[in-house]
């Protein structure tokens, strides 16, 4: 829904940042966690839950307040555009974490792998697209984390002036 509240406005997020997000968390929980089991022991899942929940804590707090009284405390302010710095690359780090660690159990399964002969004429192997998924995270990280630190700068200096 935080897609389709970009495209028709609903929100000011822009969808080229809200897609990416939106999209590596579904990819990490169902295409990895749910669809691999034998990754969900693995510690990195502990920072990833915690990475995404704190986060969305703050976020959700923050707008649902400046929704609900026109604004919000200035400490939240601070949270919403700061604990990014760190869950960021937290969130980031154990999200690239379970795709290289659930990479022997994608090969090894073949699931969700379609191999030719078919009626399709088509191949695909799953094995190569978290292989590709995980080169997504390469330039995707950068940009993603830049346009939050331009985010950051330009909520902090609107607080700052008001």
């Not at 929100?11 to 939106?22: D, E, H, M, N, Y």
């Not at 307040?65 to 601070?78: I, Q, R, V």
């Amino acid at each position: 829904m935080e897609i389709l509240h970009g495209i028709v406005g609903l929100v000011r997020s822009p969808v080229s940042a809200t897609l990416p997000q939106i999209s590596s968390r579904l990819y990490v929980t169902w295409g990895i966690l749910w669809s691999f089991p034998e990754t969900r022991t693995h510690f990195l899942v502990s920072s990833l839950v915690i990475s995404w929940s704190l986060t969305e804590i703050i976020r959700y707090s923050f707008f649902g307040l400046k929704e609900a009284f026109g604004s919000a405390p200035s400490w939240l302010l601070w949270l919403r555009y700061s604990t990014f710095l760190i869950l960021y690359p937290s969130g980031i780090t154990s999200e690239v974490g379970m795709i290289y660690i659930a990479l022997p159990y994608i090969k090894a399964s073949e699931k969700y792998c379609i191999r030719m002969p078919n009626k399709w004429n088509f191949s695909f192997d799953y094995f190569y697209a978290a292989i590709i998924a995980l080169g997504i995270y390469v330039p995707g990280s950068p940009h993603m984390y830049t346009y939050m630190l331009g985010q950051r700068k330009k909520a902090l200096s609107k607080a700052k002036m008001a």
